[in-house]
C-alpha cells in the first residue's frame, strides 16, 4: 500500500511567485493535516481536513497561504505570494480514525525555498 | 496549552554506546505523548507512543521512553545505538484539539564508528 506522498519533494521560487504543493494521502484517510517546519523551529499545524472539509485551519499563518482537498482526496497548498520567511519543509500526514492518537502518517515532505 | 521542549538540538554518540534524548513536556491535564524519527530524505515516522498504563514504551527497534509525570520528561533512550539509528527525533504532544500534534523542535542523533 503507497503511504502518504508529496510533490514536488524541493522547490525553489522567487519571492513574489506563486508555489503549489500537492499531498496525496493514503487510499480511504478521511483525515488530512498540513504541518511546516521553518528552518531551527518546532514542526507547527497548519490546518486539517475531513474528507473535502476544513474542520481546523487555525495554523494558518495569513490569508497568503490556501489549501484545498478536491473531492476528498488529494490535497493542495498553494502560497501565493510567496515570501522569504515562507521557507521550510511542509509536511502532510493523513489517518483514517479521528485523532493522532490513532497514528497520522506523514509523508517526506516538501522543502520550499523563497529566495 | 500542551507543549514539549527538546533539550538538545545535536547528539553525537559513538556506536553501540547508550543515548538519551531528552524531552519535557508542559501540560495541565492528561498528556498522551509521542516520538517521531525521520531518517535521511524519507518522512517523520512513528517511533513510540504514550497514551496510559504501563509509563515505560518500547519500539521495535529497540528504543524505549519512559512516561515520569513528576519530573514532566518523556525521555528516549537505547542502550546501545547503530549507525542506521542515525536520524532526527521529534518529540511530540497531543494538542488540545485532540488531533493536531505539538511537536519539539528535533534533536539529531549522529552515530558515528
Known amino acids: 500500500e503507497a503511504g502518504v506522498t508529496q510533490f514536488p519533494s524541493h522547490s525553489v521560487i522567487e519571492k513574489g511567485q506563486t508555489v503549489t504543493l500537492r499531498c496525496d494521502p493514503i487510499s480511504g484517510h478521511d483525515n488530512l493535516y498540513w504541518y511546516r517546519r521553518v528552518m531551527g523551529k518546532e514542526i507547527k499545524f497548519l490546518l486539517h481536513f475531513v474528507k473535502e472539509s476544513k474542520q481546523d485551519e487555525s495554523g494558518m499563518p495569513n490569508n497568503r497561504f490556501l489549501a484545498e482537498r478536491t473531492g476528498g482526496t488529494y490535497s493542495t497548498l498553494k502560497v501565493q505570494p510567496a515570501e522569504l520567511e515562507d521557507s521550510g519543509v511542509y509536511f502532510c500526514a493523513s489517518s483514517q480514525v479521528l485523532g493522532a492518537i490513532t497514528e497520522a502518517f506523514f509523508g517526506q515532505g516538501t522543502r520550499l525555498t523563497v529566495v | 496549552a500542551q507543549s514539549v521542549t527538546q533539550l538538545d538540538s545535536q547528539v553525537p554518540v559513538f556506536e553501540e554506546a547508550p543515548v538519551e534524548l531528552r524531552c519535557n513536556y508542559s501540560s495541565s491535564v492528561s498528556v498522551y505523548l509521542f516520538w517521531y524519527v525521520q531518517y535521511p530524505n524519507q518522512g517523520l515516522q512513528l517511533l513510540l507512543k504514550?497514551?496510559?498504563?504501563?509509563?515505560l514504551v518500547e519500539s521495535i527497534n529497540g528504543f524505549e521512553a519512559e512516561f515520569n509525570k513528576s519530573q514532566t520528561s518523556f525521555h528516549l533512550r537505547k542502550p546501545s545505538v547503530h549507525i542506521s539509528d542515525t536520524a532526527e527525533y521529534f518529540c511530540a504532544v497531543l494538542s488540545n484539539s485532540g488531533y493536531a500534534l505539538n511537536f519539539g523542535k528535533g534533536t539529531s542523533l549522529l552515530v558515528t564508528p
Open positions: 504514550y497514551l496510559s498504563g504501563s509509563t
